[in-house]
């Protein structure tokens, strides 16, 4: 750690954040009784270091699955600086030199892509989604083909719009009266099946698909206009769908004419193996959403990617004075996001760090599944990539969850170890029983070996 401050400049940067911060996700009063917040002041590597100078690896990314190539990039630092002293913003009526360079690199990851809306956070990209579906439906449907499907235990942002689609129960609690028009599908968690009425044995993915079929009739398919889905739902409990879901997906929304908009806020640019984790699954999406990963979280950036055939829609009619995308996003003008994310996808190329987040995620997940032999808590160990999760129970034959106090008791542990993991938080009640863990696309075995060791420790002592 090289840092600037001395303890009297820290013990004022405390100061000012407890009186003044208003943090993401947590309760607040701890700091009012004797608790200091946290303050990160340095990151290099996996590594972030506190105000007290306390060295952790983090296996989160940035605690929110965001930092993939890892922290301290002095040459994502030169890319940004260069581009907002040249030219940092003017709005998206106007192009841009980084714009139009990322929009092409990214779209050669993407074939079958075609155009690019560029915003500031995933949630106003799934916005973006949402209001293009809408305006689909009174173009070509007289409004009626509106209603757009979401997932139980996805979530797709924070806006009322996005909670209106969202499948956490916990996280939407107090924020209704939602946005109508969104509509939920029962979710694809195959370990979980036995709490779903009618769940076979045998094709378990093709029958969660048919429950979405079965949603669509019953809602009238000429008025579904879309279905939203994470390709690896996320805070949801890291659940990849089994096989025979994502082709029955594809064939549903074909016959239909169902649009569909697939949410790699998190998935996207490697975290999965592939530079989006719908590329798993050979499905050709109508919108594609990401955000996070996008510039590693070295400027803020989002990426509503559409195809020509949704793009062709809104200029079809130029007699129409309403025949366009009437939409802006005021951030989504700045120059510093494009370019961080040119240079975040050229280290991904010139590190080779899909080819990383294959091997090393495959490495981790063994590793989890012999914790898994050695305690009885850990019921199921799922993921793709470094995207990973391991669900706890109390009884693997019930599958009872184990306790969600003690469940962030091990997430506690670890990081009085220094290693940082996560666990689902305020999703789902009585289902906030899943540790995350998705650590830098650049994590190396002597990484993963010292994370879980944390873990080991971390259930020994917590459940015994």
């Not at 000012?16 to 303050?39: N, S």
């Not at 965001?66 to 003017?90: H, L, Q, S």
């Amino acid at each position: 750690m090289d840092g600037t401050f001395n303890e009297n400049d820290i013990s004022r940067v405390i100061e000012a954040d407890r009186a003044h911060v208003w943090h993401h996700l947590i309760q607040h009063q701890q700091f009012f009784t004797g608790a200091d917040p946290k303050i990160i002041v340095e990151g290099k590597g996996m590594k972030v270091w506190d105000q007290k100078g306390t060295e952790h690896i983090d296996a989160v990314s940035g605690g929110v699955w965001t930092v993939n190539i890892g922290y301290g990039r002095e040459t994502m630092g030169d890319a940004v600086r260069d581009a907002i002293v040249k030219m940092n913003f003017f709005g998206g009526t106007t192009g841009s030199i980084p714009g139009a360079l990322f929009a092409e690199k990214l779209l050669s990851k993407m074939p079958g892509m075609d155009r690019v809306f560029y915003c500031n956070s995933g949630s106003e990209a799934n916005e973006k989604a949402f209001k293009m579906i809408r305006q689909i439906a009174h173009k070509k449907y007289g409004g009626k083909k509106h209603k757009i499907l979401f997932r139980d235990r996805d979530y797709h942002g924070t806006t009322i719009a996005c909670l209106s689609a969202g499948g956490q129960d916990e996280r939407n609690a107090q924020y209704g009266p939602f946005t109508p028009g969104f509509v939920k599908v029962p979710h694809c968690l195959e370990y979980r099946k036995h709490e779903q009425d009618g769940a076979p044995e045998q094709n378990y993915g093709e029958w969660a698909a048919d429950q979405i079929e079965a949603v669509i009739l019953r809602e009238g398919p000429d008025t579904v206009g879309a279905l939203c889905l994470e390709p690896v739902t996320a805070g949801g409990g890291v659940i990849e769908a089994p096989d025979g879901y994502w082709p029955r997906v594809a064939e549903i929304c074909k016959k239909y004419d169902i649009l569909l908009h697939i949410d790699e806020v998190v998935c996207g640019v490697g975290r999965t193996g592939t530079w989006f984790g719908y590329q798993h699954y050979d499905i050709q999406p109508d919108f594609v959403t990401m955000a996070k990963g996008v510039a590693s979280g070295y400027a803020a950036i989002a990426c509503m990617v559409a195809t020509n055939e949704v793009f062709d829609m809104f200029k079809d009619d130029t007699s129409d004075n309403l025949n366009y995308f009437r939409d802006i996003s005021t951030f989504g003008g700045c120059t510093a996001g494009p370019a961080a994310a040119l240079e975040n996808m050229r280290i991904i190329e010139d590190e080779d760090l899909i080819a990383n987040t294959n091997a090393m995620g495959a490495y981790m997940k063994d590793k989890i599944f012999e914790l898994q032999d050695k305690h009885s808590i850990i019921g199921d160990v799922r993921g793709k990539g470094l995207f990973l999760g391991a669900e706890l129970v109390t009884d693997r034959s019930t599958r009872e969850p184990a306790d969600e106090k003690l469940v962030h008791a091990v997430v506690g542990h670890c990081m009085k170890q220094g290693v940082i993991i996560g666990a689902t938080n305020r999703s789902l009640q009585g289902r906030n029983n899943t540790l995350c863990f998705s650590p830098a696309l650049i994590v190396t075995k002597d990484d993963v070996d010292h994370i879980l060791g944390a873990v080991d420790t971390a259930l020994t002592d917590v459940f015994g």
